[in-house]
């Protein structure tokens, strides 16, 4: 293996995690550095499916 891919391969890992807790638990558990962002995809309903969870909620 050539020395670029070899020191990409022994260098530390750095992670960051986006919207998936339980991937960055793991990676924590494992001494691996996660930066954790808290996101969401913005969530785009149909009106009458919206005005239905409204109801419920």
Same mark, same amino acid.
Request: no cysteine; aromatic share 4%; hydrophobic share 50%.
């Given at each position: ?10 260098? !530390?890992? *750095? ?11 793991? %990676? ?9 962002? !808290?996101? *969401? ?11 239905? %969870?409204?109801?419920?909620?």
């Amino acid at each position: 293996m050539n020395e670029p891919k070899q020191a990409l391969l022994s260098a !530390d890992l *750095k992670v960051i995690n986006i919207g998936l807790e339980l991937f960055a638990d793991s %990676l924590a558990a494992q001494a691996v550095d996660v930066v954790r962002v !808290d996101w *969401k995809p913005p969530l785009e309903l149909e009106p009458e499916l919206e005005r239905i %969870l409204d109801d419920l909620l």
